[in-house]
């Protein structure tokens, strides 16, 4: 029974060491002179762990300022697309751009777009 907690502890020790190995090197490398090699690679490490987490942020934040849901001005389908980008409306086919927060109808030049209007007609006798 002694020798199994003999064998624990060993391999307690052994698991210890392995953690302490890297401390040891790099205490090693400072006290030789080379504690830029050892501040060098720290900052390579974190720019490795910033620099997605930077791109992650900046690209939400790009496409917070430049992503568009909007009715489609003719068939009133709700989509999602960038801004000042020109497309087709995925439910009716209609020619779209995406300005000022909202979809409108690409037209030709020269072309009056106008709505039409019902109107009712009064019967008088004259």
């Not at 390579?44 to 992503?67: D, E, H, K």
């Not at 009715?71 to 087709?88: I, K, M, T, W």
């Not at 109808?105 to 039409?116: E, G, M, N, Y």
Request: aromatic content about 12%.
């Amino acid at each position: 029974m002694n020798q199994d907690r003999f064998e624990r502890f060993q391999v307690g020790l052994t698991e210890v060491s392995r953690l302490l190995l890297p401390f040891a090197i790099i205490w090693l490398l400072g006290s030789i002179g080379l504690g830029w090699l050892v501040k060098s690679f720290v900052i390579l490490l974190g720019l490795l762990v910033l620099t997605p987490i930077l791109a992650f942020v900046g690209f939400r934040w790009w496409l917070s300022r430049n992503l568009i849901q909007s009715d489609c001005p003719v068939c009133h389908y709700e989509f999602a697309s960038l801004n000042h980008s020109e497309f087709n409306c995925p439910n009716c086919g209609e020619a779209l751009r995406a300005e000022n927060q909202k979809f409108n109808r690409l037209t030709p030049a020269d072309t009056i777009d106008v709505s039409a209007v019902e109107v009712l007609a009064d019967s008088t006798d004259d």
